[in-house]
């Protein structure tokens, strides 16, 4: 099966998003005998400074943008608003490896602003490929931020209906989709975890406190953590926090404001996150929003328990209340303290670290992408 996916990222960095695109290439690659081509359509050309990620090296990737830089892609957006067309984004860039896309058997595309772009490509040469949207957080991002949902909306609505089919890693984007098009044909995969064979990590009978990801506080909101910290500091509590990003300084500024910095170990970006962490009381995401947080599952995968927003999308659909677990309402900071203060006096209790660990088989890695496989086979196979 050859494939061609096409993204908005840059595969420069290892996030989320590359951390599973990895481990699923990896697989189709060499267990179901797929062939993959990558291409790289950011924004702009100026994000493509960063050299390719090793891991991605292997595989056919090409990484161009039809702008130099933001003002350019800016003025181009404006322009096109203006004019009320549609916007296609990087449909030149597109159009240069129209031979690796048409010479797919399938096209998948994992940036909503991305699709309408590849659809009107391929109508323009009367070409019929099977198209799927696979979103990975791109689509609650772009929706949930004030500003880009003001440009980008109308266009993101009328992509949706455009895909032959969409693979879904959530419930919340599952039922998204189905809003907006109640004829889209949707296959629920979820993320793959990689396989883990090493210890648990015990419960600490101290308040130790863990956050893993990004330093990005737009999506991640990592100051409503600090500042939830902050209001329970009669209570003894540490945080660690594993990760860098371009709020790194302002975070640290702002625990300093709120006199929590003693508090805080700032251990910065580990490709193994976990590695001389041999106990913790539970992992904190506080995002805006997510895709599938991965973050999650790793947590309950070594036995760590988690305290999540109750984002869109992804956390309900791994959160088992009470077992590896609890959600508190999105940007509630009083339902956030609620929580952890309960989990600090014991009024609230998790699972064993083997039944966290149990909790996130759902998952594994083989069950996922011989799901992502059929999916795919049925697609190509289906005259939908």
């Excluded at 209906?161 to 959530?170: F, G, K, M």
């Excluded at 590695?275 to 539970?282: G, M, P, R, S």
């Excluded at 984002?311 to 209340?321: A, F, N, Y």
């Excluded at 590896?324 to 999105?330: A, D, R, T």
């Amino acid at each position: 099966m050859k494939i061609t996916l096409i993204s908005n990222n840059t595969f420069s960095i290892y996030g989320g998003y590359e951390r599973v695109l990895e481990i699923v290439l990896n697989v189709l690659t060499k267990k179901f005998d797929c062939n993959f081509s990558l291409i790289s359509a950011p924004h702009y050309q100026c994000l493509l400074d960063g050299p390719i990620y090793d891991d991605f090296k292997t595989y056919n990737i090409s990484r161009e943008s039809d702008y130099k830089d933001k003002t350019q892609y800016c003025f181009y957006i404006v322009k096109k608003k203006l004019f009320g067309k549609k916007l296609l984004i990087n449909y030149f860039t597109l159009e240069k490896h129209i031979y690796s896309i048409t010479n797919s058997d399938i096209i998948i595309v994992t940036d909503p602003l991305l699709i309408s772009t590849v659809y009107f490509l391929l109508k323009n040469r009367n070409v019929n490929k099977k198209i799927i949207y696979w979103d990975h957080g791109s689509l609650m991002g772009y929706l949930n931020n004030y500003f880009t949902r003001i440009i980008y909306k109308n266009e993101i609505l009328e992509s949706l209906v455009l895909p032959d089919a969409h693979l879904t890693i959530s419930s919340d984007i599952s039922n998204f989709i189905k809003y907006i098009n109640p004829e889209a044909k949707i296959f629920m995969v979820y993320n793959p975890l990689q396989n883990y064979e090493g210890q648990l990590i015990m419960r600490s009978k101290s308040n130790i406190f863990l956050y893993i990801g990004r330093l990005s506080d737009n999506q991640k909101n990592i100051s409503f953590l600090l500042k939830g910290l902050a209001l329970i500091k009669n209570k003894q509590w540490k945080l660690i926090i594993v990760g860098t990003g371009k709020d790194e300084k302002m975070l640290q500024k702002l625990a300093h404001k709120l006199d929590i910095s003693d508090r805080i170990e700032w251990l910065g970006f580990r490709k193994d996150p976990y590695k001389n962490i041999n106990e913790v009381t539970a992992l904190m995401l506080t995002s805006r929003w997510e895709g599938f947080p991965m973050v999650l599952v790793e947590a309950n995968q070594r036995g760590v328990p988690v305290i999540s927003s109750d984002c869109k999308s992804g956390p309900k659909d791994i959160v088992i209340p009470g077992v590896n677990g609890y959600l508190f309402k999105e940007g509630d900071i009083n339902d956030f303290i609620k929580v952890v203060n309960d989990i600090i006096e014991g009024k609230l209790q998790f699972s064993s670290p083997e039944e966290i660990s149990k909790s996130s088989k759902r998952f594994d890695s083989d069950l996922v992408i011989s799901n992502i496989y059929n999916s795919l086979k049925k697609i190509l196979e289906e005259d939908f």
